[in-house]
């Protein structure tokens, strides 16, 4: 199976700012997602881009302070979050590949996974 790399990753105080990375360069024909799972807790979508990166979705909890977008070339999948919080400590994965734009929050929907990079926020 196809494994994506994510980067960006790493330690910050509440009300800090990361921004995570994920070369799509060959999978940005499908739509793409970010996925998180905090400790204790099950998978979850965070947000999602169309195939093309013109349509954008978020889950309530991150809508406003974190932003999907593609780069100009469609090379790399961004996930820039500000304002962060101490429940936003988790595990992130980007996800490609995706065959149905409405059902971005399955997991089965997408064909691309990554390995998973942390995100910690400290209060």
């Known amino acids: 199976q196809v494994r994506l790399v994510e980067s960006g990753g790493g330690s910050v105080q509440a009300g800090g700012s990361l921004r995570l990375s994920c070369p799509v360069s060959?999978?940005?024909?499908?739509?793409m997602a970010w996925f998180r799972r905090a400790p204790g807790k099950e998978l979850e979508g965070v947000a999602a881009?169309?195939?093309?990166?013109?349509?954008?979705r978020y889950s309530d909890a991150v809508d406003g302070r974190f932003t999907i977008f593609l780069d100009s070339g469609q090379q790399t999948m961004s996930l820039q979050m500000n304002d962060l919080k101490p429940e936003d400590t988790a595990l992130y994965y980007c996800?490609?590949?995706?065959?149905?734009?409405?059902?971005?929050?399955?997991?089965?929907?997408?064909?691309?996974w990554g390995q998973g990079t942390q995100v910690t926020v400290s209060a």
């Open positions: 996800a490609a590949g995706g065959r149905a734009f409405s059902r971005w929050r399955w997991l089965s929907n997408y064909d691309y």
């Open positions: 881009l169309s195939s093309g990166g013109t349509i954008q």
């Open positions: 060959d999978f940005s024909s499908g739509s």
